[in-house]
């Protein structure tokens, strides 16, 4: 396994991409095909390959505004002890996942955020010994590549992007001086440093150990077994999470559009709006998705909802669904949802569990 990263191409292709054209012209071309033909492509000549697997070639496409929203999925599955990574590839007749290189290293409970073309794996532990380290996912080439480790070691700890840094929040229990310091630390891709965040002096607020996160309005929320807090890098302010939040929050959410959605204890997809501190079901037409979602999760693809879930299959099987909806707040404030497909994309064996789904734009 590569953990190295892709070296940096020449501004422009060192070979004659379509003859009779300009290089440049040729890469523009090139950059607006979506992601699902590129494998064809890269059959037709060495420097068509060659330009696909270039950093230029994705730096085009995000240029062009060209640039696609692909899910990635996580998950536990007992036969190997690493996690296993798959992106959802979607075609006309059948969604399904692609497996992916196994992550580095068997850790549990670690944080995950997407920033650019890559996934970082942030803490979680070994044997229940915490870790600082961070491994990225370029999801470009699918590489695994070593990140500079965290000041401190986090487990469960939540995380969150805003303006391109990731915040990592809780994950330790504070009883050092390092540990008070540090119990929030925040990460440049650009500069690869890591500094610590001012969580004031408030000691009840460092001892929490996270299960949620979110970013609404470039502010990180943030929930713990009692209460919540919320973060704004913009103000370096520190504040509590609105009750109402804090009732209603329960597993893995998205937010699309500015609203924080997620289940609730009855196994309906709820959204919360930040602005006016109300909670909303949201109802779906045309289709129903079912009730009690096992091991569900969400993420924004794209602008969509896209919430995955475990259903039981055939015998010593698991099935992962997954389903797509186009989410809308009308006129009177309700919150309505389209179904727009929803499917089995892939068979493990029983005892696998699904771990965290996010999306990646390249």
Avoid at 23 to 42: E, F, M, Q, V, W
Avoid at 66 to 84: A, E
Wanted: net charge neutral; hydrophobic share 40%; aromatic share 10%.
């Amino acid at each position: 396994m590569s953990t190295t990263t892709a070296t940096e191409p020449p501004s422009t292709p060192s070979q004659i991409l379509i003859p009779s054209l300009p290089n440049d012209i040729a890469l523009n071309i090139l950059a607006g095909i979506p992601r699902s033909y590129h494998p064809l492509l890269t059959l037709v000549s060495k420097p068509f390959r060659s330009l696909l697997s270039s950093p230029l070639f994705y730096t085009t496409r995000s240029l062009l505004n060209t640039s696609q929203h692909f899910l990635y999925l996580c998950l536990r599955i007992p036969t190997t002890s690493s996690m296993q990574w798959f992106m959802l590839y979607q075609k006309p007749t059948k969604n399904s996942l692609i497996p992916l290189p196994p992550a580095p290293s068997p850790l549990v409970g670690s944080a995950f955020v997407a920033v650019g073309p890559k996934i970082y794996v942030i803490g979680g532990s070994i044997n229940d010994i915490p870790s600082p380290h961070v491994w990225a996912l370029d999801c470009r080439f699918h590489r695994w590549e070593a990140v500079p480790s965290m000041r401190i070691s986090r487990e469960f700890a939540a995380a969150g992007v805003v303006d391109g840094r990731i915040y990592v929040i809780g994950g330790c229990v504070v009883d050092t001086w390092a540990k008070s310091r540090n119990w929030a630390e925040v990460f440049d891709p650009k500069t690869e440093k890591w500094d610590s965040v001012d969580s004031g002096k408030d000691d009840f607020l460092r001892e929490k150990w996270m299960h949620g996160s979110a970013v609404v309005n470039e502010r990180i929320y943030v929930m713990a077994d009692r209460n919540g807090v919320v973060y704004e890098p913009k103000t370096k302010k520190w504040d509590s999470v609105d009750r109402g939040l804090d009732l209603g929050w329960r597993g893995r959410a998205c937010v699309v559009d500015g609203i924080l959605y997620c289940y609730d204890y009855v196994g309906n997809i709820r959204g919360f709006d930040v602005r006016t501190g109300v909670w909303k079901e949201l109802r779906v037409v045309e289709k129903q998705l079912p009730k009690f979602l096992c091991g569900a999760t969400m993420a924004n693809v794209g602008g969509k909802l896209v919430v995955v879930w475990e259903r039981k299959g055939n015998v010593n099987e698991m099935e992962v669904w997954c389903a797509e909806i186009e989410v809308e707040e009308n006129g009177e404030g309700e919150l309505w949802g389209r179904v727009e497909w929803c499917d089995a994309v892939h068979k493990v064996p029983m005892g696998s569990s699904i771990v965290h789904c996010l999306a990646v734009s390249m």
